[in-house]
């Protein structure tokens, strides 16, 4: 795991997935308030997701999707030079478009 790593993945695409502790607290305070405490969910997405989607307006930009009932966990990864990083995450009740690129 990278140094300043506040944790780290694999996806079932291969690519490892980081967030350091500093840009996770960004997204928990800033971006996604309901996400503070979900660390696991977010693992969960990113490790076993239901479905992974490229996204339409970026393709280096990676939906992973998870499930908590009633809701579906994003995990939004972008991925520069094989491994990639969290952009955000959150609680979602629909997939969004977007080209499908893996489904267990």
Request: aromatic share 10%; net charge neutral; proline share 7%.
């Amino acid at each position: 795991m990278a140094e300043d790593a506040y944790f780290e993945v694999t996806t079932p695409l291969g690519r490892h997935v980081r967030v350091t502790a500093a840009y996770w607290d960004v997204i928990v305070t800033l971006k996604h308030p309901i996400m503070r405490g979900n660390e696991d969910l977010v693992r969960q997405a990113l490790q076993t997701p239901i479905e992974i989607r490229q996204s339409r307006s970026d393709p280096s930009v990676y939906l992973h999707y998870g499930v908590e009932p009633p809701y579906l966990i994003c995990a939004v990864a972008r991925y520069l030079n094989g491994d990639g990083f969290i952009i955000t995450t959150y609680r979602t009740n629909k997939i969004k478009e977007g080209t499908v690129v893996w489904t267990p």
